[in-house]
Nanobody, 120 residues
Framework: QVHLVEPGGGLGQAGGSLRLSCAAS????????RGWYGQAPGKQRELVGS???????SYADTVKGRITISSDNAWNTVYLQMNSLKPDGAAVYFC??????????????WGQGTQVTVSS
């Protein structure tokens, strides 16, 4: 099993920057990719971006140029760097890990989420 922990502490100002982190423990060898999702009040969870083992990243069109996803070499920790914060960026952000299963397919493991508040 893989356990994801997000330390939290997401407080920033509009136009400012904030970095979130997510640490993984357990059977991290099974991780194929990691991603970040955001869930605003009253809305479903949406993909912000992802990173693969080769370091390739992809981002939602709405946040391109304003966020950067990175990780350490062992994928123990992934980061979400958020720049040019907007008030509508206030949401609960979840990190996840896509795990390859021996039976086939993928299994998603989620962090507990961290609340990001953007002050005007």
């Amino acid at each position: 099993q893989v356990h994801l922990v997000e330390p939290g502490g997401g407080l920033g100002q509009a136009g400012g920057s904030l970095r979130l982190s997510c640490a993984a423990s357990g059977s991290t060898f099974s991780i194929n990719a990691r991603g970040w999702y955001g869930q605003a009040p009253g809305k479903q969870r949406e993909l912000v971006g992802s990173i693969t083992g080769g370091g390739s990243t992809s981002y939602a069109d709405t946040v391109k140029g304003r966020i950067t996803i990175s990780s350490d070499n062992a994928w123990n920790t992934v980061y979400l760097q958020m720049n040019s914060l907007k008030p509508d960026g206030a949401a609960v952000y979840f990190c996840n890990a896509a795990l390859g299963r021996t039976s086939g397919g993928w299994k998603n493991t989620w962090g507990q989420g961290t609340q990001v508040t953007v002050s005007s």
